[in-house]
T-cell receptor, first 118, second 112 residues
Framework: GAVVSQHPSWVICKSGTSVKIECRSL??????MFWYRQFPKQSLMLMAT?????????EQGVEKDKFLINHASLTLSTLTVTSAHPEDSSFYIC??????????????FGPGTRLLVL | ELKVEQNPLFLSMQEGKNYTIYCNYS?????LYWYRQDPGKSLESLFV?????AVKQEGRLMASLDTKARLSTLHITAAVHDLSATYFC????????????FGKGTTLSVSS
């Protein structure tokens, strides 16, 4: 089945630094990828929709200048958390749809990246 | 705005018992998804329900979808400890390229 990978799987950084998280679709091309954030014991909250070759669409309340999204190719989207602060510590999960499975269209989730900002 | 409500949010079960998790959503959608999440892990796809009346079963779990009632259920039969996890339902809004909207999740704890 389709696989989505994320790198790194966990990262610890100092407050004020920037962190880049990669999301790759490994065996299909994804024109659209999604970024979610999950705080402990909470559900997944959609942060933004990443569109290949165009600007990302951010959900209300998500700072686009803080969470930079680049969808440079059909298999790679990156999320950069700029000037990270402790409140940005969370579990970040990306997902992608396989457009080749139109009827059984489903969304594949990456393994997640756990970010801890000290 | 599409909203997804799950209940209960917490469920403590004894092994061998049956129970049902409910998922209601607010707008028309033909597709509903159930996922399992273990602590510290990402989501594992359980079921994709694509039409009204769809029923899918895998082991001790069975999911159904009633699009007219905007309701999906996840039924657990004869629970075992290995089913302890958080279960999420999610819905999309029928448009290609849109994200899933998740319920708050149901944390299931199965004890002997």
């Amino acid at each position: 089945g389709a696989v989505v990978s994320q790198h790194p799987s966990w990262v610890i950084c100092k407050s004020g630094t920037s962190v880049k998280i990669e999301c790759r679709s490994l065996d299909f091309q994804a024109t659209t990828m999604f970024w979610y954030r999950q705080f402990p014991k909470q559900s997944l909250m959609l942060m933004a929709t990443s569109n290949e070759g165009s600007k990302a669409t951010y959900e209300q309340g998500v700072e686009k200048d803080k969470f930079l999204i680049n969808h440079a190719s059909l298999t790679l989207s990156t999320l950069t958390v700029t000037s990270a602060h402790p409140e940005d510590s969370s579990f970040y999960i990306c997902s992608a749809r396989d457009p080749g499975l139109a009827y059984q269209e489903t969304q594949y989730f990456g393994p997640g990246t756990r970010l801890l900002v000290l | 705005e599409l909203k997804v409500e799950q209940n209960p949010l917490f469920l403590s079960m004894q092994e061998g018992k049956n129970y049902t998790i409910y998922c209601n959503y607010s707008t028309t959608s033909d597709r509903l998804y159930w996922y399992r999440q273990d602590p510290g892990k990402s989501l594992e796809s359980l079921f994709v329900l694509l039409s009204n009346g769809a029923v899918k079963q895998e082991g001790r779990l069975m999911a159904s979808l009633d699009t007219k009632a905007r309701l999906s259920t996840l039924h657990i039969t004869a629970a075992v400890h290995d089913l302890s996890a958080t279960y999420f339902c999610a819905v999309d809004n029928n448009q290609a390229g849109t994200a899933l909207i998740f319920g708050k999740g149901t944390t299931l704890s199965v004890s002997s």
